[in-house]
């Protein structure tokens, strides 16, 4: 629903915007190269340009990782497939110089889902209490965060035409923040003792307390102006 209003408020105030007939009104779209988390990933994005001083984006920008590891004889598997929508509304202090400021907010698609393996034989402590891996059996779970976060960011855009229509260059570096991240998890051994859904819920409180509260974005964008 939100990404929805999100392109609402956009198509509005870009047709608001036209009456005011500024030479420097411009629609613009591009692809884009980005780094967010230390993951790689790409996306697009619309953006209109009001005035020389204001511009609005609307963006997608996919974030994508599987991978499987074994760390302290624990298999450890992860999935994400993200889709997520973010609008900014960008601020240029000095028109020659096209470097800017924006604030926004990003509306962030599936949570990320893992499961845990124990190696057989073995015997592991959850919430200071020993269980053996048959006990234990594999637990799964999903990284909860908020839906929709606040973001920040600054950029540099090159226009190579300057004001006409034509291609750009754009890099800009920005943060998600109040994602508050939380482990959802549990055990799907239905013969576990009944002790082991409450110590896996402990355990998991305690490691949500150690996840990052935000993300960082590097991106890089090549888009056309119209």
């Known amino acids: 629903m939100l990404p929805a209003i999100l392109v609402g408020v956009f198509i ?13 009104a411009r629609f613009e779209i591009g692809a884009s190269g980005a780094i967010l988390s230390d993951h790689p990933t790409y996306g697009a994005e619309i953006g209109y340009r009001f005035t020389p001083e204001f511009r609005t984006r609307v963006g997608y920008f996919n974030l994508k990782q599987k991978e499987s590891q074994m760390v302290e004889a624990i298999q450890f598997s992860q999935d994400l497939n993200q889709n997520n929508i973010r609008m900014t509304f960008d601020f240029f ?5 096209n470097l800017y400021g924006n604030v926004g907010a990003v509306h962030l698609g599936e949570p990320e889902s893992f499961t845990i393996t124990p190696t057989d034989g073995r015997s592991y402590t959850v919430n200071g209490v020993l269980y053996s891996s048959a006990q234990l059996g594999k637990v799964a779970g999903i990284v909860v965060t908020h839906k929709t976060v606040p973001y920040i960011g600054v950029g540099w855009a090159h ?9 750009y260059f754009q890099m800009e570096a920005g943060m998600v923040s109040n994602l508050e991240p939380r482990l959802d998890i549990q055990s799907v051994n239905s013969s576990a003792p009944p002790s082991l859904t ?12 150690k996840l990052p509260d935000a993300y960082t974005i590097y991106a890089i964008i090549i888009g056309y102006r119209f």
């Open 93 to 97: 202090p000095w028109d020659n110089l």
């Open 159 to 167: 226009y190579f035409k300057g004001n006409r229509p034509g291609w």
């Open 12 to 24: 509005f105030l870009s047709a608001s915007s036209s009456d005011a007939a500024d030479p420097h």
């Open 198 to 209: 409450s110590d896996v819920e402990a355990q998991a409180d305690k490691e949500s307390a």
